[in-house]
């Protein structure tokens, strides 16, 4: 492995991103069918913009789902709750867009397609995903990603607590980290850009997201230097904010979902998705495996492509990219990937038990790295270890 010094950014998003309120919406809607009707299909997009929320997509479901409470319920808790912070939840519009699913891919994926895979779960549609883990940090993550979350987690917390009061929902913050080789050995920049309300003074709220918000969160490293480069709301001011000051829409922040950037993406947005629907699920079954082939130690790093054809019931393709750090040949790891893991469309919902209301927490901060999902668990090293010998 080469020392060489690198510096790796990325950025994350808060709760209130315009974006991230439709992720949120849309995954809320998904909960809302599974919670009743597991074998729901959903695939749901929400669009955002001024006093308007348009919820839309393909829903085959036998429950009620109430679009409008959703929708106002999920703005209310991320703090949307005035029109002067981008949008009031009690006054905005909500339309209802939402028709059948296509039953030209509903027989696909329900084992009524082609006759040598009658019965069989087929993938939700064509596509590649990619998981990945690396050893930057307890979660398995990339650091520079991981750290960015952590900063707007915080400070939604600080907001909502009123610890400090003048903060509004909006917020993006940016970090970029120092490397040695795959080592982080100092977080050389961050940005932080959140909405605030206008009688705030530049100076206070300044020493204040740096003090309160950024040195809690990343002290704890050791990477911050002397030298850590801090811009804060850069433009001197950001009152406008929330779907008032940018349209949001479903699926746009698929690099903050995954890895900031570090792992690959194969292009298929997360929310609003039912499992059956491998853009996501698969996803998840990537990063379950990446994550227990690090775990396992055979590698210090490592990526995992799956490869999908619409209806049919396995992957026609997995690859693995352990960039020179594996303890052993990656045709070996590959080889006990497909021996300890079913990446059937079935058997990943099944491993990963995914047909539960679980995806509005997973739309905001990040869909990895995070202990309470059933994808971030490392009970396969053992296996993997054993199908390596």
């Known amino acids: 492995m080469k020392n060489d010094i690198s510096y790796f950014t990325s950025e994350s998003v808060s709760e209130g991103h315009p974006d991230k309120l439709c992720d949120q919406i849309s995954d809320a809607v998904l909960d809302a069918c599974l919670k009743d009707d597991p074998e729901s299909h959903v695939a749901c997009e929400t669009f955002a913009s001024t006093a308007l929320v348009l919820v839309g997509g393909e829903i085959t479901t036998n429950t009620y789902v109430d679009i409008q409470s959703i929708a106002r319920t999920i703005a209310e808790e991320i703090g949307y709750t005035n029109t002067d912070f981008g949008l009031d939840c009690h006054s905005m519009a909500v339309m209802n867009m939402i028709h059948a699913q296509s039953p030209d891919i509903s027989q696909g994926v329900d084992g009524e397609g082609l006759d040598e895979y009658k019965g069989q779960q087929g993938a939700g549609d064509q596509g590649m995903m990619f998981g990945f883990a690396c050893k930057e940090t307890p979660e398995l993550m990339p650091a520079p990603i991981m750290f960015s979350h952590s900063v707007l987690r915080y400070a939604a917390k600080l907001r909502k607590e009123k610890v400090i009061p003048w903060l509004r929902p909006d917020s993006k913050t940016q970090i970029t980290v120092k490397y040695e080789g795959f080592k982080p050995i100092k977080i050389d920049t961050v940005v932080l850009s959140h909405q605030h309300y206008p009688d ?115 992957p026609v393709a997995v690859r693995v990219d352990t960039f020179g750090t594996g303890e052993v040949p990656e045709e070996k790891i590959e080889k006990a990937i497909k021996e300890v893991f079913d990446m059937s469309p079935a058997g990943i919902i099944k491993t990963l038990d995914l047909k539960r209301p679980i995806y509005k927490e997973t739309a905001a901060y990040g869909h990895f790295g995070r202990p309470e999902f059933s994808w971030e668990k490392t009970d396969k090293t053992e296996a993997l270890k054993k199908a390596i010998k």
């Open 200 to 314: 705030v003074q530049y100076d206070e709220l300044k020493n204040s997201l740096i003090n309160q918000v950024i040195k809690p969160v990343l002290e704890p490293t050791g990477l911050l230097a002397d030298d850590t480069k801090f811009f804060i709301n850069p433009t001197g001011r950001f009152v406008i904010g929330g779907p008032f000051g940018d349209t949001g829409l479903t699926g746009r922040k698929i690099i903050v979902d995954t890895y900031g950037g570090m792992g690959r993406h194969g292009g298929g947005a997360f929310s609003g998705k039912d499992p059956s629907k491998v853009d996501r699920s698969a996803a998840y079954m990537a990063r379950y495996i990446a994550k227990n082939v690090v775990a396992a130690d055979l590698a210090r790093r490592c990526e995992v492509q799956l490869a999908y054809a619409i209806g049919v019931p396995f």
